[in-house]
Nanobody
Framework: QPHLVETGGGSVETGGSLKLSCAAT????????MGWFRKAPGKDYEGVAA???????AYADAVKGRFEISRDTDKNILYLQMTDLKPEDTATYYC??????????????????????WGNGAQVTISA
């Protein structure tokens, strides 16, 4: 059983919106910082947004003001609301739970070695 499952991906036109959800199992607790990262063809993994255990949020410069990360701790679901989408946002989006109490800003730059779990990804495609 996967510990993180992303849903909500799809295809929209430039300027459109999508909301990704990431359902987490009970293995992932409130103490886990969580975040979203993405992988576009031919590019490296990129941290997009993160939310730490104190409620602080951090965003990559490329998505600031357009994306919002949130978490429903009762349902154990992580969200990524994406607005004003651009073709350069096209990527597979993954959610992750980090293995220590890192702050949100640090999470954006941490690779899989610092994650306890990550999902299988959700494809987001933005057409011009």
């Amino acid at each position: 059983q996967p510990h993180l499952v992303e849903t909500g991906g799809g295809s929209v036109e430039t300027g459109g919106s999508l909301k990704l959800s990431c359902a987490a199992t009970a293995f992932i607790t409130r103490r886990h910082p969580m975040g979203w990262f993405r992988k576009a063809p031919g590019k490296d993994y990129e941290g997009v947004a993160a939310l730490d255990s104190t409620g602080n949020r951090a965003y990559a410069d490329a998505v600031k003001g357009r994306f919002e990360i949130s978490r429903d701790t009762d349902k154990n679901i992580l969200y990524l609301q994406m607005t004003d989408l651009k073709p350069e946002d096209t990527a597979t989006y993954y959610c992750a739970a980090y293995r220590a109490d890192f702050n949100a800003a640090d999470c954006l730059h941490l690779d899989h070695d610092y994650m306890d779990y990550w999902g299988n990804g959700a494809q987001v495609t933005i057409s011009a």
